[in-house]
């Protein structure tokens, strides 16, 4: 594989961090929105943590869990 095409290649779980990044840095910015988009945005990011938490459970691999 060429370093292109590897660049390319993100999983589920990493795209969901760089979002839940994202997002918590537009919380951070709270005076540039309304406090229902706010509480839109709370919401989206308590549903992403949720998420990875889930797929990082089913995607472990290691031993002893």
Wanted: proline share 2%; glycine share 4%; no cysteine.
């Amino acid at each position: 594989m060429t370093n292109s095409t590897m660049m390319t290649m993100v999983t589920p779980i990493n795209r969901a961090k760089r979002m839940l990044n994202l997002l918590k840095k537009l919380v951070k910015e709270e005076y540039l929105y309304t406090d229902d988009k706010l509480e839109e945005v709370k919401s989206q990011i308590k549903i992403l943590e949720e998420e990875i938490a889930m797929r990082q459970t089913k995607e472990f691999k290691g031993f002893g869990k």
